[in-house]
């Protein structure tokens, strides 16, 4: 990836010019690295919006193919901030479109903001775990994608992805700024969109959310090869 210094002074620059260089860059890392295959783009046709995206996480190029497979649709990404404070990450966030949110605390600011946009006619991607898997498969997801499909009503389409770990994998020790593009196959699968099982009568709240999130996750992890799936397997 570009250096910590060159993206400080991208990032300076007008905002027309940052969101022009910073695609620039985007565009050529992965026409260089990445060999995209894209499957299921059917299910997209006729889909109702707005809808809420959902995908494994792998690594901090996740975006940046899911952005492309959905360019038709230009939906908003749930992005960490410390996505934005990295000088290097936010070459890739000035190229989509992203709402912020602080991964494992109660944003009830970013959350308000993620419901008010599906509400408005916004398509969102979330990425349900909420951070990239460190082990290359499914990891438990948090249950913001259930709270939010219920409170909007809004429908979810799943997306399997995997070959991006190996295309920017994460830096084991924590500096973002320090990952680096390699040529990798990236797979993005699409699945059929689907509503959230209804909560049963007799249902406490606590056992629905862990059925009703399991059931959600599922659907990525049918999308994906056995070995990526997880705690979903």
Same mark, same amino acid.
Do not use: W
């Given at each position: 990836?570009?250096?910590?210094?060159?993206?400080?002074?991208? *990032?300076?620059?007008?905002?027309?010019?940052?969101?022009?260089?910073?695609?620039?860059?985007?565009?050529?890392?992965?026409?260089?690295?990445?060999?995209?295959?894209?499957?299921?783009?059917?299910?997209?046709?006729?889909?109702?919006?707005?809808?809420?995206?959902?995908?494994?996480?792998?690594? *901090?190029?996740?975006?940046?193919?899911?952005?492309?497979?959905?360019?038709?649709?230009?939906?908003?990404?749930?992005?960490?901030?410390?996505?934005?404070?990295?000088?290097?990450?936010?070459?890739?966030?000035?190229?989509?479109?992203?709402?912020?949110?602080?991964?494992?605390?109660?944003?009830?600011?970013?959350?308000?903001?993620?419901?008010?946009?599906?509400?408005?006619?916004?398509?969102?991607?979330?990425?349900?775990?909420?951070?990239?898997?460190?082990?290359?498969?499914?990891?438990?997801?948090?249950?913001?994608?259930?709270?939010?499909?219920?409170?909007?009503?809004?429908?979810?389409?799943?997306?399997?992805?995997?070959?991006?770990?190996?295309?920017?994998?994460?830096?084991?020790?924590?500096?973002?700024?320090?990952?680096?593009? *390699?040529?990798?196959?990236?797979?993005?699968?699409?699945?059929?969109?689907?509503?959230?099982?209804?909560?049963?009568?007799?249902?406490?709240?606590?056992?629905?959310?862990?059925?009703?999130?399991?059931?959600?996750?599922?659907?990525?992890?049918?999308?994906?090869?056995?070995?990526?799936?997880?705690?979903?397997?």
């Amino acid at each position: 990836m570009i250096s910590n210094t060159m993206a400080k002074i991208i *990032n300076v620059l007008p905002d027309k010019f940052v969101t022009y260089v910073s695609k620039k860059i985007v565009d050529k890392y992965l026409k260089k690295y990445a060999n995209i295959k894209i499957e299921g783009s059917e299910n997209l046709k006729g889909i109702k919006t707005p809808t809420i995206f959902i995908c494994n996480h792998l690594s *901090n190029s996740d975006g940046l193919v899911l952005n492309k497979a959905l360019k038709e649709i230009d939906p908003t990404f749930v992005a960490g901030v410390k996505l934005s404070n990295n000088s290097v990450t936010s070459i890739g966030i000035n190229v989509i479109k992203t709402t912020n949110i602080n991964p494992n605390t109660a944003d009830k600011k970013g959350l308000k903001k993620i419901i008010k946009l599906i509400k408005q006619g916004e398509s969102l991607l979330i990425f349900p775990e909420g951070t990239r898997s460190r082990i290359g498969s499914l990891i438990k997801a948090k249950k913001g994608v259930l709270l939010i499909a219920r409170m909007t009503g809004a429908h979810i389409v799943p997306i399997g992805l995997y070959g991006t770990e190996k295309l920017l994998p994460i830096n084991r020790e924590g500096d973002m700024s320090l990952e680096t593009f *390699n040529y990798a196959d990236v797979h993005i699968n699409i699945g059929k969109q689907f509503k959230p099982p209804k909560r049963a009568k007799k249902q406490d709240k606590k056992e629905y959310e862990n059925f009703a999130t399991n059931y959600i996750m599922k659907e990525i992890a049918e999308l994906l090869p056995e070995n990526y799936r997880g705690v979903y397997k």
